[in-house]
């Protein structure tokens, strides 16, 4: 009897502190729900306590057209912008001294293929600044040999500097036509007269034209397998077809932003070889806010995705027009570009979250926005002004309080003013 009044005691025990601890457990998911809740409640009231929207001249209304999403217009439809600068920050300029003052002296390369099909040659470059595995090589002297062997050390030079060794090249005036051809994508694109695709062997015949005092007669080399090239009688045709493109095309072509320069590497008795280096764009400075804000790229600081809508005054009108309208996943950083006639946002851009007005940011220059400047949920990471160009990086103004006299007239009127 005993035995089974503690038994039935144990079970009466374990079952309460079941209980409790499923008690505890609700009321802690119950607690994180709730902390949730009033997290979204903030993200809709933090601002707008400080920015209504309501504000007299600055109030923003609607009409049938606010909800259309305006793109802004291209340049050839109408849209002005009034300063020189602004397009020359705009516009990427190639760096190409930048790109020649980072090339190394020398580097160690391993031909890993020859013949095809996408190039003359594919090589590894394991450290610096040219380092890239299968890379594309083109062969630059037609008498000299290279096979698929290494490691080899090979001397670097751009193929634009006045530095290359004479011993090099018979016809080194014409590497503005080889970087011409090396940028046109040749291989794999049919031919403009129906004669067929052109393939690695084409483009090598017409650099070994243009860089050297001959060239090869049987090509056995230009095919893979090998020696089948006088079999195709289109051959030669497609290879003088580019010589002929880069002849009319390419006289003192300098390739630009994205585009690629030839790299010239020269071995020690082996064949010199050019590979392709993108040409990167100069890094713009960056200018005070000047004029009216015309672009912004922001990040969405928020854990939860939510539905953002930006507008801005269309012209000078208190109506409103949507520039932005996407659902924003946390982290994700998007770009909103101004739709008046200049291109700008004009004083503000009014931001929505879901469907609520959630705070509006100054665009008119009045405060120097860039990266770093923080409104809510929405940090700034770049942007442009009409007339000053890319905004450099916010710096937050020091808080202070200052305290002096002021006196009208008579001492008895001397009173301290707070600023």
């Given at each position: 009897?005993?035995?089974?009044?503690?038994?039935?005691?144990?079970?009466?025990?374990?079952?309460?502190?079941?209980?409790?601890?499923?008690?505890?457990?609700?009321?802690?998911?119950?607690?994180?729900?709730?902390?949730?809740?009033?997290?979204?409640?903030?993200?809709?009231?933090?601002?707008?306590?400080?920015?209504?929207?309501?504000?007299?001249?600055?109030?923003?209304?609607?009409?049938?057209?606010?909800?259309?999403?305006?793109?802004?217009?291209?340049?050839?439809?109408?849209?002005?912008?009034?300063?020189?600068?602004?397009?020359?920050?705009?516009?990427?300029?190639?760096?190409?001294?930048?790109?020649?003052?980072?090339?190394?002296?020398?580097?160690?390369?391993?031909?890993?293929?020859?013949?095809?099909?996408?190039?003359?040659?594919?090589?590894?470059?394991?450290?610096?600044?040219?380092?890239?595995?299968?890379?594309?090589?083109w062969c630059a002297d037609i008498d000299l040999n290279l096979e698929v062997e290494g490691p080899l050390d090979f001397d670097v030079y751009s193929s634009y500097g006045d530095n290359i060794p004479e011993t090099v090249f018979a016809q080194p005036e014409n590497l503005d036509l080889v970087n011409w051809i090396l940028n046109q994508d040749y291989v794999g694109k049919q031919s403009p007269n129906e004669s067929g695709v052109y393939t690695f062997g084409h483009v090598q015949w017409a650099i070994w034209e243009l860089l050297n005092s001959y060239n090869c007669n049987i090509c056995e080399n230009l095919t893979n397998p090998t020696g089948t090239w006088r079999y195709d009688s289109t051959n030669l045709k497609k290879a003088q077809e580019i010589l002929q493109a880069a002849l009319e095309n390419g006289e003192g072509y300098t390739p630009g932003c994205g585009e690629k320069i030839g790299v010239v590497l020269v071995p020690d008795g082996k064949q010199p070889l050019i590979i392709m280096k993108e040409v990167p764009s100069k890094e713009q400075e960056c200018d005070d806010c000047e004029g009216d804000v015309d672009q912004l790229t922001m990040e969405f600081d928020w854990h939860r995705a939510k539905r953002v809508r930006i507008y801005q005054k269309k012209e000078n009108t208190c109506w409103g027009a949507k520039v932005f309208d996407?659902?924003?996943?946390?982290?994700?950083?998007?770009?909103?570009?101004?739709?008046?006639?200049?291109?700008?946002?004009?004083?503000?851009?009014?931001?929505?979250?879901?469907?609520?007005?959630?705070?509006?940011?100054?665009?008119?220059?009045?405060?120097?926005?860039?990266?770093?400047?923080?409104?809510?949920?929405?940090?700034?990471?770049?942007?442009?002004?009409?007339?000053?160009?890319?905004?450099?990086?916010?710096?937050?103004?020091?808080q202070r309080c200052y305290r002096h006299w002021s006196c009208y007239y008579y001492y008895k009127s001397c009173r301290y003013k707070k600023h």
């Amino acid at each position: 009897m005993k035995k089974n009044l503690l038994l039935l005691l144990g079970v009466a025990v374990m079952f309460f502190s079941c209980q409790n601890e499923s008690t505890e457990a609700e009321e802690q998911q119950q607690t994180a729900f709730e902390a949730e809740i009033a997290a979204e409640a903030d993200i809709l009231t933090s601002e707008i306590e400080v920015a209504g929207i309501d504000e007299g001249d600055d109030a923003l209304q609607m009409n049938a057209e606010s909800e259309i999403l305006v793109k802004r217009p291209s340049k050839n439809s109408g849209l002005t912008f009034s300063t020189a600068s602004k397009s020359q920050s705009t516009q990427c300029e190639a760096d190409i001294e930048g790109l020649v003052a980072s090339l190394p002296e020398s580097v160690t390369l391993t031909t890993t293929s020859k013949r095809g099909p996408d190039a003359y040659f594919t090589l590894d470059i394991v450290d610096g600044y040219l380092a890239g595995n299968e890379q594309l090589a083109w062969c630059a002297d037609i008498d000299l040999n290279l096979e698929v062997e290494g490691p080899l050390d090979f001397d670097v030079y751009s193929s634009y500097g006045d530095n290359i060794p004479e011993t090099v090249f018979a016809q080194p005036e014409n590497l503005d036509l080889v970087n011409w051809i090396l940028n046109q994508d040749y291989v794999g694109k049919q031919s403009p007269n129906e004669s067929g695709v052109y393939t690695f062997g084409h483009v090598q015949w017409a650099i070994w034209e243009l860089l050297n005092s001959y060239n090869c007669n049987i090509c056995e080399n230009l095919t893979n397998p090998t020696g089948t090239w006088r079999y195709d009688s289109t051959n030669l045709k497609k290879a003088q077809e580019i010589l002929q493109a880069a002849l009319e095309n390419g006289e003192g072509y300098t390739p630009g932003c994205g585009e690629k320069i030839g790299v010239v590497l020269v071995p020690d008795g082996k064949q010199p070889l050019i590979i392709m280096k993108e040409v990167p764009s100069k890094e713009q400075e960056c200018d005070d806010c000047e004029g009216d804000v015309d672009q912004l790229t922001m990040e969405f600081d928020w854990h939860r995705a939510k539905r953002v809508r930006i507008y801005q005054k269309k012209e000078n009108t208190c109506w409103g027009a949507k520039v932005f309208d996407k659902v924003l996943q946390p982290g994700e950083e998007f770009s909103i570009e101004g739709v008046n006639h200049d291109g700008s946002f004009g004083k503000y851009v009014y931001i929505y979250i879901d469907n609520c007005y959630y705070t509006k940011i100054k665009t008119n220059c009045y405060l120097n926005i860039g990266p770093g400047y923080e409104k809510g949920v929405f940090n700034v990471i770049s942007g442009t002004s009409t007339h000053g160009g890319e905004l450099c990086e916010y710096i937050k103004p020091e808080q202070r309080c200052y305290r002096h006299w002021s006196c009208y007239y008579y001492y008895k009127s001397c009173r301290y003013k707070k600023h």
